[in-house]
């Protein structure tokens, strides 16, 4: 039973317009879920987490949501940058310090 | 403060041979999960350990193992290689709670021939 699950592996989008990465996931009693990014040959870097108190949380250019009601969450990156050309994954505990990780989609931001 | 370290970053080695890898975790944190990352599963956990006891285990044969040291320094080891294990192997340092941040190193690229 895949935990969480990205459905889109790539995604292309121009630069300074909007992209959106989304999520779905399964039932759990504890919903906490985290956003990181990828770049080739590097390990992952934390970008943002939520938890189920919340619907919203934003830091800077990168906000995510989650939807409760439809087990999704996703995470809005304005406005991209080329910079921003990574791997997302999503990712949410299922033990101490065990994170699963969803398969990922790759951005890439057309300057 | 210094950020999660791996050594080494590039390791070659046959089949049947076994290997040792090592991470050494940022400053002040307790944990030290392993994962694997491979073109076709994809960011998979290993095992994690927390004051040098494993504390969780993922669904990997025996032959991956791990270890760590009093200084939260950890190693794992993979024995009997197959060529199926080439992968990056990623570690992973917080301070041990569910919520706690997971900070990564910049992994080892493991080939297997």
Known sequence: DQQVKQNSPSLSVQEGRISILNCDYTNSMFDYFLWYKKY??????????????????????????????AKHLSLHIVPSQ?????????????????LFFGTGTRLTVIP | KAGVTQTPRYLIKTRGQQV???????????????????PGQGLQFLFEYFSETQRNKGNFPGRFSGRQFSNSRSEMNVSTLEL???????????SGTATDTQYFGPGTRLTVL
């Open chain 1, 82 to 98: 080329p910079g921003d050309s990574a791997v997302y994954f999503c990712a949410r505990p299922t033990g101490a310090n065990n």
């Open chain 2, 20 to 38: 040792t890898l090592s991470c050494s975790p940022i400053s002040g944190h307790r944990s030290v999960s392993w994962y694997q990352q491979t």
């Open chain 2, 84 to 94: 199926g294990d080439s992968a990056l192997y990623l570690c992973a340092s917080s």
């Open chain 1, 40 to 69: 080739p040959a590097e390990g992952p870097t934390f970008l943002i987490s939520i938890s189920s108190i919340k619907d919203k949380n934003e830091d800077g250019r990168f906000t995510v949501f989650l939807n409760k009601s």
